[in-house]
């Protein structure tokens, strides 16, 4: 008896394991290392026909991104106050947090609403759809002119974007919902409260959280721009001052910073969707 039992004690460790390694490979796609060194591999062979000044090599800038990430003197010259990649990039991700959360509470929340009460889908819809066929750019001017060109402008303009991305995913999340579930709750004598608990939250919040990924992903490259319309830090303004000393390492070593960041960030929050809704079969 004992010993039928302890091969099986064993196997499980090994099953785990092997669950685990599986897990790894597939997130190690083979194929997207291939690509990314098939682009690494092109970009250096384009290099030998053009001037650094044109194209500079994967090497030289990887060499910049770890000479200018803690210290890049440099930039004061320009009027960055931050003299360093870092502390730019710090900037930026406080801005992109700061809109993206203030923007997913609107947006969900006038979706969900919206969703809910016919009288407030028809004064809000208008204007939310005309703002989504509308480049967010456009914004820009009106919110320079109201906000100045600080941190409120450039959060203002990715609130914007966050608030219309979140408005469309929660209220067609809540649309989506077969009424059935409602009405069997309602039978069974569910209170509203509860109905929204148990039904409405558990149904719409894997749609919600893959809008908020979606939204999270465009907010990076926004904040860039916006910051490049007159801000005195964040990425954004390193690009506008590498853009005017026509330093092509530097911009890429910058766009190379911002776009890691993004990955590790959008990996991260995939990470977390994954876990919050674990019930729904596309977050797993």
């Known amino acids: 008896m004992t ?11 090994r099953a785990t394991l092997l669950s685990r ?20 591999a092109v970009w250096q062979m384009l290099t030998l026909g053009l001037p650094p000044i044109i194209l ?20 004061s010259y ?8 870092y502390g730019n990039l710090i900037y930026t991700a406080e801005n992109v947090a700061m809109a993206v959360a203030v923007g997913s509470v609107i947006g969900v929340l006038a979706g969900l609403v919206s969703a809910r009460f016919g009288l407030v889908r028809a004064v809000i819809d208008p204007v939310v759809m005309t703002a989504g066929t509308v480049p967010i750019l456009v914004a820009a001017p009106f919110l320079l002119i109201w906000f100045g060109v600080g941190r409120a402008s450039a959060v203002c303009l990715v609130i914007f974007y966050v608030v219309v991305i979140l408005y469309v995913c929660a ?31 558990p149904a719409t919040v894997p749609e919600i959280l893959g809008g908020l990924r979606i939204a999270l992903a465009g907010a ?14 964040g990425i954004g303004k390193v690009l506008e001052v590498l853009a005017g000393a026509t330093d092509p390492q530097g911009i890429m070593a910058t766009l190379l910073v911002l776009g890691l960041t993004a990955i ?5 929050a995939a990470f977390a969707i994954a876990r919050t809704a674990q019930w729904s079969a596309p977050a797993r």
């Open 3 to 13: 010993s039928a039992v302890r091969p099986e004690m064993r196997s499980a460790p």
């Open 21 to 40: 390694l599986r897990t790894a490979l597939a997130v190690l796609d083979p194929l997207r290392i291939a690509g990314v060194v098939l682009f690494i």
């Open 56 to 75: 500079p090599t994967p090497l030289g800038v990887l060499q910049r991104v770890f000479s200018d990430f803690l210290s890049a003197p440099a930039l």
């Open 78 to 85: 320009y009027g960055v106050s931050e003299a360093n990649l």
């Open 171 to 201: 209220q067609r999340a809540a649309t989506n919902l077969d009424p059935v579930y409602e009405d069997n709750a309602r039978t069974l004598g569910a209170t509203p409260r509860r109905m929204v608990r148990d039904i409405l939250i």
């Open 220 to 233: 990076w490259g926004l904040e860039a721009i916006a910051e490049l319309l007159g801000s005195q830090s």
């Open 264 to 268: 590790v960030v959008d990996g991260l």
